[in-house]
């Protein structure tokens, strides 16, 4: 398939820090190193073979990141950019399909780069239902970074999920998204055994509806955990309790 005549090339320098066993004695054990290469747009093969070296989250992350700079830079006409768009989105989205869960997670997050528009979005929900809890942490941590209001009610769920890490990360995922309907959800989870989640359910419900959640962060005033206590006062104070 073909795209909108264009043909854009942009250059890209990697530097990462290994160990080294040559450093001297009392210095720090580190070296750099430096890939430089090319990523282009308008062309059916997006990536240098030297680039396909590295992991799947530095792949993803430079075939989002070469479209958007493009567009950044007015390089790209709209049809264009959205035609760029469509192919790194699918070959970003294989990545989903992947028997890793490390790479799974590198798509999902690659994804985030894109504008959420409802097929990014679809393509994110998928791994709200993945098999491992490491996948289904990434993709509530997406949709909330990408500000996806109308998933709110598919990340309720997890806030009894076994792990507690999941638990919170859906509580801080509310926090920026969720709306009415995620009040008494979060509401309940302020009685969360795990201090971690009590901490971020009281700063995502004192910002979804600071009215309700007054009396109720009060009575964790007295909670075991100072990090919870900490975060009831500040919580108060900033709604006024």
């Known amino acids: 398939m073909e795209g909108p005549g264009h043909n854009v090339c942009l250059g890209v320098q990697i530097t990462s820090t290994a160990p080294s066993n040559m450093s001297r004695p009392g210095a720090p054990h580190r070296k750099q190193r430096t890939w430089r290469g090319r990523l282009s747009l308008g062309s059916p093969r997006p990536v240098t073979p030297r680039l396909a070296r590295f992991g799947p989250a530095t792949r993803y992350s430079l075939l989002a990141l070469a479209v958007l700079v493009a567009c950044s830079l007015g390089l790209l006409a709209p049809s264009a950019a ?11 989205a294989k990545g989903l399909d992947s028997p890793a869960p490390r ?41 909330a ?48 055994p795990d201090p971690q989640v009590r901490r971020a359910a009281i700063e995502s419900i004192s910002h979804v509806d600071p009215d309700r959640a007054r009396v109720p962060i009060a009575g964790l005033l007295d909670d075991s955990e100072e990090e919870v206590v900490l975060a009831a006062v500040g919580a108060l104070a900033r709604i006024g309790g």
Do not use: C, M, N, Y
């Open 103 to 143: 790479e799974r997670v590198a798509a999902l997050r690659a994804l985030a780069l894109f504008p959420p528009d409802p097929e990014v979005i679809a393509l994110i929900r998928t791994g709200l239902d993945d098999g491992s809890s490491v996948v289904q942490l990434a993709a509530i941590e997406v949709l």
């Open 145 to 192: 970074e990408l500000g996806a209001e109308g998933e709110e009610t598919s990340l309720h769920r997890f806030l009894v999920d076994p792990d507690p890490g999941t638990r919170a990360a859906a509580v801080r995922a509310l926090g920026r998204i969720g709306g009415p309907d995620s009040v008494d959800p979060l509401l309940r989870t302020l009685g969360d």
């Open 82 to 92: 959205a035609f760029e768009w469509s192919g790194k989105r699918v070959e970003i």
